[in-house]
């Protein structure tokens, strides 16, 4: 059996630029690519916290150290300059593989830089 876990999440990015006319993806500053371990092409889930959308896309590496989130093509139409979004990988473990797997959580302030990184997120409380 495979389980699809969470590999990669890039927290409250800043989107940076929407280009409707750019092959379709999402262009992600490479340095925060090989901090987070997504790789160029994969496939990437976006979470829009400013406006709600979620839609399916896939990475490419944008000028390392830019701060550069874009999103292009028709997922433009889903996300602005500006908007907070989520960026997420994820992989397919087998059982061997869960019992020792953590992701890579990578967690930006307003301009796209890193503030901390883990690998858990702690346990919610009411």
């Not at 969470?6 to 940076?16: I, M, N, S, Y």
């Amino acid at each position: 059996m495979i389980t699809t876990m969470l590999k990669a999440k890039l927290h409250r990015a800043r989107v940076t630029h929407s280009e409707l006319e750019y092959e379709g993806s999402c262009a992600i500053d490479g340095k925060l690519l090989e901090i987070s371990g997504i790789r160029e092409y994969e496939q990437i889930e976006i979470y829009n916290v400013t406006n709600g959308e979620r839609f399916t896309t896939y990475a490419i590496r944008a000028e390392d150290e830019s701060g550069i989130v874009s999103v292009n093509g028709a997922a433009a139409h889903k996300a602005n300059p500006g908007d907070v979004i989520i960026i997420c990988a994820y992989v397919g473990l087998d059982q061997k593989e869960l019992a020792s797997y953590k992701p890579k959580l990578v967690y930006l302030d307003e301009h796209n830089n890193i503030t901390h990184t883990r690998n858990t997120i702690p346990v919610q409380v009411a």
